[in-house]
T-cell receptor, first 115, second 116 residues
Framework: GAGVSQSPSNKVTEKGKDVELRCDPI?????LYWYRQSLGQGLEFLIY????????KSGLPSDRFSAERTGGSVSTLTIQRTQQEDSAVYLC?????????????FGPGTRLTVL | AQKITQTQPGMFVQEKEAVTLDCTYD???????LFWYKQPSSGEMIFLIY??????QNATEGRYSLNFQKARKSANLVISASQLGDSAMYFC?????????????FGKGTKLTVNP
């Protein structure tokens, strides 16, 4: 079946612009996660959704970052007024709570470059 | 808070040989789960193997096995009969539940290179 998809795969933007990153989870997966992967910081957790709700937004690095999930499916991560330190690969993952391991399935990521 | 330590930034192995990638963890929880993921150069994280803290046996999945030593808080990944396609970054991770949120906490990773 289809895996987690993310778009765009690459995004180059200028400092100060807003960007939107999209994640389509595996159908039926109720949990959705966003992570950021950069050379200096490794893999950082950003936010978790159970259905459309995000119980904890403390992983978001600043108030320029926001995320939403609609219909228990697609999620959008928005970064306002981008800064060069936002350059990273943004990974989305989803999971199904009923599985034996509840492992997270990852998408291919969006590589964001802020000039 | 959970913490994962991977002390090997890079490892080299000859094709067809076995290799062990180290992972130690720190947690105060009694029940926890440990994961290993593979990240090839394409970038996608691929789930390899899972070990639950109460599992009595070490996890195995094909050529992957986990050397789980609970008292030492280590969960090393063993890859048998290495293949060229095993060259990738490998991440050890632990599931963390806090404040109604769930996430994976990752180590820094180990870059494995399989030589022909």
């Amino acid at each position: 079946g289809a895996g987690v998809s993310q778009s765009p795969s690459n995004k180059v933007t200028e400092k100060g612009k807003d960007v939107e990153l999209r994640c389509d989870p595996i159908s039926g997966h109720t949990a959705l996660y966003w992570y950021r992967q950069s050379l200096g910081q490794g893999l950082e957790f950003l936010i978790y959704f159970q259905g459309n709700s995000a119980p904890d937004k403390s992983g978001l690095p600043s108030d320029r970052f926001s995320a939403e999930r609609t219909g228990g499916s697609v999620s959008t991560l928005t970064i306002q007024r981008t800064q060069q330190e936002d350059s990273a690969v943004y990974l989305c993952a989803s999971s199904f709570a009923g599985g034996p391991y509840n492992e997270q399935f990852f998408g291919p990521g969006t590589r964001l470059t802020v000039l | 808070a959970q913490k994962i330590t991977q002390t090997q930034p890079g490892m080299f192995v000859q094709e067809k040989e076995a290799v062990t990638l180290d992972c130690t963890y720190d947690t105060s929880d009694q029940s926890y789960g440990l994961f290993w993921y593979k990240q090839p150069s394409s970038g996608e994280m691929i789930f390899l193997i899972y070990q639950g803290s109460y599992d009595e046996q070490n996890a195995t999945e094909g050529r992957y096995s986990l050397n789980f030593q609970k008292a030492r808080k280590s969960a090393n990944l063993v890859i048998s009969a290495s293949q060229l396609g095993d060259s990738a970054m490998y991440f050890c991770a632990m599931r963390d539940f806090q404040g109604g949120s769930e996430k994976l906490v990752f180590g820094k990773g180990t870059k494995l290179t399989v030589n022909p």
